[in-house]
C-alpha cells in the first residue's frame, strides 16, 4: 500500500516532456503521496486506540502497599540493617545484617545485642541514641581473618505515641575497601617521602660542607660533587618511576602489541647493559631462539626486561652470569631471565612485587642505588598486555624471573 504514492508521483512525472512539467508533476505528486500517507497513518492511529480495552484508560494505578515497599527496600539494601529496643533486643533485620552476623543463629529477632556483638562502643551508641535522642556514628572493625570495617550509624526512630517502645536502627556500611585504599595511600606517601628524603639529606649535607670550605679542597671537591649528582640522579629516578607507576594504575597507559623477534630484542639490551654487566663481572647469555617471537608492546617489553636484566646484574655474584630464555606455555609465550645471585628467600618473593619492598633496603640504596619500584612497574605492564610477572629462587642458586604474555590470537 505504501508504494501507491510512489506509483502515482512516477507516473506523473514520467507524462512530464519538459522540466516545468517534470516539476509540477513531481509537485502534484508529493502532494498525493503527503495526503495518503496522512490518511493511513490517521487511519493506523485510530485503530490502534480502537483496538484499546475500554477500561484501561480510566484504570488507576495501584498504590504499593508502604509495607510492601519497605519490606522490598529493606531486603535489596547492601548495607547491613538492625532495628534495637530500650531492652537491646533486636527487633527486625535485613538480610544483608544476616551475613554481617552469620555466626549468630537466624533470626536474629529477639536476640540480645549483646549475643551479636561484644563490642562495647556498638552498644554505647545504642544507648545514646535512646537517652539523648541523638543520631550517632562510629567505626568499628570485627575481628577474625576476613577483617571488615563498618561505618555505622545509629538513628532513634519516630514514636506515634508515648507507650510505644522505643526504638533505634542500626546501618552498617562496608568501609572495608575505602579503608584499605586509603591506608595504601598513606603508607605509599609515607614511603615517597621517606625514599626522597634520604637523598636529599644527603645532598643538603655535602652542599654544606663544600660551603663550609671543601670547596677549595683540591682533593676532594670533586668527589662530593660526584656524591650530589648521584644522589639527585637518585631523586630523579624515583620520581620518574612514581609517575610511571602511577600513569599505569591509573589505567593512562595503553599498551600497542606487536609481533617482535625477542632474540634480537634482547641482544640490543644486552649490548646497552654490557658496560655494566662488564664493570660487574658479569655474563650475559642468550639462549632465546632465533626465531622465536612474543606479541607485546616494544617499548613496554623492552622497559620489563631492561629490568630484569639490570637487576640480575646488581644481584648477582662476581663473575656470576644472567641468562635469558624463552619458552611456550600453552596460550602463553614466556621469557625468562636467570641469575646465579644469592637468590630470594620464600618470605620476601612473595613481596618483591610491591612498591619499595627491598630484601635488604640498607644495601640495596646504599650500594645500588635502586627505588624499590622497579618490579612493580614490571608486574603492572606483564598485567597490561594480559599476561604475569613471577619468580622462583632458590637460596645461594640465584632466581629466575619470568614474564608471561599471552600469544597473538589467530583468526579460526
Ligand atoms: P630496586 O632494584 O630498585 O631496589 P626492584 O623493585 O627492581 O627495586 O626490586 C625490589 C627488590 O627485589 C630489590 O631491592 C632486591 O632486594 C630484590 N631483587 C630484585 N631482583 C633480584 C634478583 N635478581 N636477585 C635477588 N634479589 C632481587
Redesign the pocket.
Known amino acids: 500500500m505504501r508504494s501507491i504514492p510512489l506509483i502515482i508521483w512516477l507516473f506523473v512525472s514520467w507524462q512530464a516532456e519538459d522540466l516545468l512539467w517534470l516539476a509540477l508533476g513531481a509537485t502534484v505528486g508529493i502532494i498525493i503521496s503527503f495526503l495518503f500517507i496522512r490518511r493511513t497513518s490517521s487511519a493506523t492511529i485510530s485503530k490502534t486506540s480502537d483496538d484499546l480495552p475500554e477500561n484501561a484508560a480510566n484504570s488507576a494505578i495501584e498504590p504499593v502497599a508502604p509495607r510492601v515497599l519497605l519490606a522490598a527496600m529493606m531486603t535489596s539494601l547492601r548495607e547491613g540493617m538492625i532495628v534495637v529496643n530500650e531492652e537491646m533486643r533486636i527487633v527486625g533485620s535485613n538480610p544483608a545484617a544476616n551475613l554481617i552476623f552469620s555466626h549468630v543463629e537466624l533470626p536474629l529477632e529477639g536476640k540480645r545485642l549483646t549475643e551479636l556483638t561484644r563490642n562495647l562502643s556498638v552498644h554505647q551508641a545504642f544507648e545514646v541514641a535512646f537517652k539523648n535522642g541523638e543520631r550517632n556514628e562510629i567505626n568499628i572493625e570485627t575481628r577474625g581473618d576476613d577483617k571488615r570495617t563498618f561505618d555505622l550509624r545509629i538513628a532513634p526512630l519516630r514514636f506515634e505515641s508515648e507507650n510505644e517502645t522505643r526504638t533505634a536502627i542500626g546501618i552498617f556500611y562496608d568501609i572495608s575497601e575505602l579503608d584499605r585504599l586509603e591506608k595504601v595511600r598513606q603508607e605509599f606517601l609515607s614511603n615517597v617521602s621517606h625514599e626522597l628524603r634520604t637523598p636529599l639529606t644527603a645532598i643538603l649535607a655535602f652542599v654544606e660542607t663544600l660551603e663550609d670550605g671543601a670547596i677549595n679542597d683540591a682533593e676532594n671537591n670533586l668527589r662530593f660533587l660526584t656524591v650530589i649528582r648521584k644522589n639527585a640522579e637518585r631523586m630523579h629516578r624515583l620520581i620518574n618511576d612514581t609517575l610511571e607507576l602511577s600513569a599505569i594504575e591509573a589505567g593512562k597507559i595503553t599498551v600497542e602489541p606487536t609481533e617482535i623477534n625477542l632474540a634480537s630484542l634482547v641482544t640490543d639490551i644486552a649490548d646497552n647493559l654490557a658496560a655494566k654487566a662488564e664493570a660487574a663481572g658479569i655474563q650475559i647469555i642468550n639462549q632465546v631462539p632465533v626465531e622465536a617471537t612474543v606479541f607485546a608492546d616494544l617499548d613496554r617489553l623492552e622497559q620489563m626486561l631492561t629490568?630484569l636484566i639490570d637487576?640480575?646484574i646488581?644481584?648477582n655474584r662476581p663473575n656470576g652470569s644472567v641468562t635469558i630464555n624463552y619458552c611456550s606455555n600453552g596460550e602463553r609465550d614466556c621469557i625468562k631471565v636467570a641469575?646465579t645471585?644469592?637468590?630470594?628467600l620464600p618470605e620476601h618473593a612473595e613481596r618483591?612485587f610491591e612498591r619499595f619492598?627491598?630484601?635488604?633496603r640498607a644495601r640495596?640504596t646504599r650500594e645500588?642505588g635502586?627505588?624499590?619500584?622497579?618490579?612493580?612497574i614490571v608486574k603492572h605492564l606483564a598485567r597490561l598486555h594480559g599476561g604475569e610477572a613471577s619468580v622462583a629462587s632458590e637460596a645461594n642458586k640465584g632466581?629466575t624471573?619470568t614474564i608471561e604474555l599471552p600469544k597473538k590470537k589467530t583468526a579460526i
Open positions: 629490568n637487576n640480575a646488581k644481584f641469575d645471585g644469592e637468590g630470594i618483591i619492598y627491598r630484601v635488604d640495596t645500588v635502586g627505588t624499590g619500584l622497579g618490579l612493580a632466581s624471573f
